[in-house]
């Protein structure tokens, strides 16, 4: 999955622009509940892989997404989804997208991370 993947399903399923608030890091960009204006994904056009804790080298986009305490725990593989980059580790996750990951997958992920900072989802099913 590409980073134009994860900005589409942002588009598609919540409407949610992408804003790009970082002039250090012009292709990260957030993604805000159109409620509340929380941040419900932050997209990191290209990270360094030893930043996840990989041992591969080499740059991937990411996403970080807000995520129920007790569900990162059993979510975290170190192949799909990481411990959180640069955010708090207790709330959120880091999503590898040149990973195996499914569309459907982080369509779950991308859904629990909306619901939590801005209440019901918007998804189309």
Known sequence: MKKED????????YGAEPEY????APDTACFRHPRNKK????????LSRRCLGMEAEGEAPVINLKCDPLLIPSLIDGEKV????????????SVLLDSPITHEELIFLTDISYQLVGGSSKGKK
């Open 6 to 13: 994860a900005v589409q399903l942002m588009l598609d399923f």
């Open 39 to 46: 941040w419900s994904a932050l997209l990191l056009g290209s």
């Open 82 to 93: 990481f411990r959180a980059y640069h955010m708090n580790k207790e709330h959120w996750i």
């Open 21 to 24: 608030p970082f002039h250090s």
